[in-house]
């Protein structure tokens, strides 16, 4: 089974990555960008049947640093 | 107007940073992940009315290698 999970910074922590984007978006010449938020999505390939609150616990544990980001599992 | 663009590595690219939770995964426990990706999330805000050929620009020109790396784009 394949399982995806997306970690974000969470609203208000600064997001410098970000900025650092939408600086050089504006700088090609892309006009009305307003903001940019970057964040890293991981694809699990895990053994059939890895219950969905395993994965909460890899996120937990490892995945996501649940003081500054957010997760969302998505299981394919 | 809110776009999500997600940029993973192609397979067959290594990805030396997925090994590496792969790894620390399994020193942590977890039993039978076979395999991790990890990629990018980029969220945008951008000014209503934006084209999806604009923020396909974006990828080809800024947010993805497309030498290695593949992307998608989804309007919110």
């Known amino acids: 089974m394949k399982a995806r ?3 974000m910074l969470k609203n208000g922590v600064l997001d410098p990555q970000g900025e650092a984007v939408r600086h050089a978006l504006g700088n090609l010449g892309f006009d009305g960008v307003e903001g940019v938020r970057q964040g890293k999505v991981i694809e699990l390939d895990l053994a ?21 980001e957010s997760y969302r599992v998505e299981v394919l």
């Open 48 to 68: 059939d049947g890895t219950s969905e609150a395993t994965i909460t616990d890899m996120c937990e544990k490892l995945l996501a640093n649940t003081v500054i």
């Open 5 to 7: 999970v997306h970690v």
